[in-house]
């Protein structure tokens, strides 16, 4: 079992940056394939970027593609977003999810693990 913790949401103008993390528990976190999700007031939670275990492999977004980047560091069980030029309609709760399968989803059903989730308001 992994458990998640987002970490380094807050206010952000548009056009800044900011870096959110995830840290998480046991030994197997390197084992799984993990991805950012976020949701919007009314709105369903939708994918923004997804990493395969061994880093190789990542999958944006549309919306997010060549801004937003992912990345973890298997040695210290860390999962990173990386946003750059975020906009007010990034604004948004984000999430942390875990996945046993290789395949990167786009859906939140493909993820078995979640975080509690971090704010994320962007400014204009």
């Known amino acids: 079992q992994v458990q998640l913790v987002e970490s380094g949401g807050g206010l952000v103008q548009a056009g800044g940056s900011l870096r959110l993390s995830c840290a998480a528990s046991g030994r197997t976190f390197s084992s799984y394939t993990m991805a950012w999700f976020r949701q919007a007031p009314g709105k369903e939670r939708e994918f923004v970027a997804g990493i395969s275990w061994s880093g190789g492999r990542t999958s944006y977004a549309d919306s997010v593609k060549g801004r937003f980047t992912i990345s973890r560091d298997n040695a210290k069980n860390t999962l990173y977003l990386q946003m750059s030029s975020p906009k007010p309609e990034d604004t948004a709760v984000y999430y942390c999810?875990?996945?046993?399968?290789?395949?990167?989803?786009?859906?939140?059903?493909?993820?078995?693990?979640w975080g509690q989730g971090t704010q994320v308001t962007v400014s204009s």
């Open positions: 999810a875990g996945g046993r399968g290789s395949r990167i989803s786009d859906y939140p059903r493909g993820y078995d693990y």
